[in-house]
């Protein structure tokens, strides 16, 4: 059994920044790809970064030069370092690891930012 566990939302003022982290735990040895998703109210879950076992990032266009996400020193955990937040970048964020075809997610962590 597969278990994520985000931690590190919160309430920020526009400009501000927060870390968040996935922390795994389970049978996985390890994951091809970890990525952060985040979901607001009546929308589709979007991609806002992911980083493969090899290292390679990729970003969404909107937070593209003030998020940086990277793998732990620990095996299987991965942070999403956000900077310069923005109001529009209020809403539950989900970590997601990939292996062999298969999804796993945590429960969402919340983060708003305030104008």
């Known amino acids: 059994q597969v278990q994520l566990v985000e931690s590190g939302g919160g309430l920020v003022q526009a400009g501000g920044s927060l870390r968040l982290s996935c922390v795994t735990s389970g049978t996985i040895f390890s994951f091809n790809r970890m990525a952060w998703y985040r979901q607001t109210p009546g929308k589709p879950r979007e991609l806002v970064a992911a980083?493969?076992?090899?290292?390679?990032?990729n970003y969404a266009d909107s937070v593209k030069g003030r998020f940086a996400i990277s793998r732990g020193n620990v095996k299987n955990t991965v942070y999403l370092q956000m900077d310069s937040l923005k109001p529009e970048d209020t809403a539950v964020y989900y970590c997601?690891?990939?292996?062999?075809?298969?999804?796993?997610w945590g429960q969402g962590t919340q983060v708003t930012v305030s104008s």
């Open positions: 980083v493969t076992v090899s290292g390679s990032t």
């Open positions: 997601n690891a990939a292996v062999g075809g298969a999804d796993y």
